[in-house]
């Protein structure tokens, strides 16, 4: 072949051509990396630098503060919580910290904080819904979703004009938990409440005041002024709150709508009404 290879030199460790190369290598390695360590620095300190310009830059300051989503809770109390304050950058606002501070609050479901430029800062909330009291020895407050959300204090009844039912008879374990089934007590006292409020709807006079839970017979129900308690028991909620709907009509058609102690709707087979007994009156 005419071409040669070409040799390359062998250099030793500790021959004066290998310490060159090798102090060489280094000289090279420790520029490039004073050179990106320099390149860092000063794109941190343009970085901050344009920072400091716009958290100070009166023209993203807040001059509104938009809340949506409270019906109990009051707009200004929300920005209250959230630490807010018109008048402040935009930018400074750490929007995943607010959030934090608002779920802080009991009746806080859900909550979201955004900023709108130039000058506007979001928050919008998601309320729990209050369904019932539950009676544990303590009082619990208990949304739609089946979820215990607060411990029932006396600043709540500003909160919740409306009555709320009160439930006795469950223990914890039988309340909700993540992963776990609901026990069938908490399953009826959920269902009954929901069709319970559905009912309301076409029957005025019915308001649910109370529900009593007995483990082994089912519910008891606490909901009218005339009629003193109805026994539901378990399961088939939509139809005994027809037959109930349906029994209270018949009685008013009568026009003599007696006081009755006990509606039993446990077996729909076998409807038993219990009126008021007074002294002088004999059951039946």
């Not at 620095?41 to 993203?60: A, E, G, K, N, R």
């Not at 935009?90 to 900023?115: G, K, M």
């Not at 215990?148 to 469950?170: Q, R, T």
């Not at 908490?186 to 009954?192: E, P, T």
Request: aromatic share 8%.
């Amino acid at each position: 072949m005419s071409d040669k290879k070409r040799i390359r030199k062998n250099y030793y460790k500790n021959s004066p051509a290998g310490r060159r190369a090798r102090k060489k290598e280094r000289i090279l390695l420790g520029i490039k990396c004073f050179s990106g360590i320099s390149v860092l620095s000063i794109m941190s300190v343009c970085f901050i630098f344009c920072h400091d310009i716009l958290t100070q830059c009166d023209y993203l300051n807040a001059t509104a503060i938009e809340v949506s989503g409270a019906y109990r809770l009051s707009p200004q109390h929300i920005i209250d919580q959230a630490g807010i304050k018109t008048g402040k950058n935009i930018l400074s606002v750490n929007l995943a910290h607010t959030r934090l501070q608002l779920l802080a609050q009991p009746w806080i479901a859900e909550a979201e904080v955004f900023r709108e430029f130039p000058s506007k800062i979001g928050i919008k909330i998601r309320e729990h819904t209050p369904l019932a009291v539950l009676e544990m020895g303590r009082s619990f407050i208990i949304d739609t979703d089946g979820n215990i959300f607060k411990e029932w204090a006396g600043s709540d009844s500003i909160l919740v004009p409306e009555h709320l039912p009160v439930v006795s008879g469950l223990t914890y374990s039988d309340l909700n938990e993540p992963g776990k089934q609901q026990s069938i007590p908490f399953k009826a006292v959920m269902n009954a409440l929901a069709l319970g409020n559905k009912t309301a709807a076409n029957i005025p006079e019915m308001m649910i005041r109370r529900i009593s839970v007995d483990r082994e017979v089912g519910l008891t129900v606490f909901a009218f002024d005339r009629v003193k308690t109805i026994k539901l028991g378990y399961g088939n909620y939509p139809v005994k709150y027809d037959r109930l709907k349906m029994i209270l009509k018949h009685l008013k058609h009568d026009g003599n709508f007696p006081y009755l102690e006990t509606i039993d709707l446990k077996d729909l087979n076998r409807i038993v009404m219990r009126p008021v007994y007074t002294a002088n009156q004999k059951e039946v």
